[in-house]
């Protein structure tokens, strides 16, 4: 009874934490939310675990951007409930600090590379005992630009005219907290196209349960059965967890946050291509061109 008041005090803590703030018309967000632990209280069933997700709206260089993050602490239970709490309150006081700014001179990239800093030096600062994954990143609500950083988090869906893929060819940075990881700083961008959705997720959605062999249970390893969800649900986020929930059980926590892009602006092949701040292109197939 006492650990399970302990669950409830960190789950009524996670809660405001965790929140889908996003208000823009041409950029709609909404997430799904599972955690692997669940617990009586008083008679009523809550869940705890590691994973986050947080959307908000924020202006730079006087354009309106929607702010999206999805984060996947280290450890069960209280443990990963700890390290979503951390990232929860220093995100969100970050988020504050920024709207409640009068005049926002810096660019979307350096503010993310502010916000990236001072996680990690948060998260150093446990020695070890504690490491988490995320996307961090914003979309301008006008032209669909993506920028964001992604650090040791499984790779972004895009969903294009019915087809899935990853937007994402390399991952560049550790998870935060983790030694020297400044030295491997590394943002991307990428242009939505009207109708595009964008899907991020923690590792929960490929860890799962396919079946049991001589009482081993046998783990999913192929990242893209998520893509085949992706595909078969046809962007509905309800459809999709259904769908991997037919492949198999969950063995870890779940989230995921759908985000689409309802704007006007079209863009050709050559602006339509994931980039990295040192201006090099990811090898990524859109609009049926081969972008080298």
Not at 32 to 37: D, I, P, R
Not at 47 to 72: C, M, P, Q, R, W
Request: glycine share 8%.
């Amino acid at each position: 009874k006492q650990q399970d008041a302990d669950y409830f005090l960190t789950s009524i803590l996670l809660t405001p934490l965790t929140s889908n703030q996003n208000k823009s018309e041409t950029v709609q967000t909404n997430f799904y939310s599972k955690q692997k632990k669940s617990f009586i209280f008083h008679n009523r069933q809550y869940e705890i675990g590691g994973d986050i997700s947080i959307t908000a709206n924020a202006k730079f260089l006087g354009k309106d951007y929607t702010v999206f993050l999805n984060a996947d602490a280290m450890g069960k239970s209280i443990q990963g409930a700890g390290g979503a709490l951390v990232l929860g309150v220093v995100f969100n006081s970050i988020l504050t600090r920024q709207v409640e700014r009068v005049t926002v001179g810096e660019s979307p990239r350096k503010w993310l590379k502010k916000v990236f800093v001072e996680l990690q030096r948060v998260f150093e600062s446990f020695g070890g005992s504690m490491y988490i994954s995320c996307i961090i990143g914003l979309v301008e609500n006008e032209s669909g630009q993506v920028v964001f950083f992604n650090a040791d988090h499984p790779r972004m869906v895009l969903l294009r005219q019915g087809k899935a893929r990853f937007l994402e060819s390399k991952i560049y940075l550790n998870k935060l907290g983790m030694p020297d990881n400044e030295d491997l700083y590394k943002t991307q961008s990428f242009y939505l196209s009207p109708g595009d959705v964008l899907f991020l997720g923690s590792d929960g959605k490929d860890d799962l349960c396919l079946r049991e062999e001589n009482g081993r249970r046998v783990i999913n390893d192929d990242e893209n059965l998520f893509l085949q969800s992706v595909e078969r649900g046809k962007g509905d986020t309800e459809a999709i967890v259904a769908d991997c929930l037919q492949q198999g059980t969950l063995t870890d926590d779940m989230t995921l946050v759908r985000i689409e892009f309802q704007g006007s602006i079209q863009h050709n092949w050559k602006t339509n291509c994931l980039q990295q701040t040192n201006g090099q292109k990811s090898p990524l197939v859109l609009n049926n061109k081969a972008v080298a």
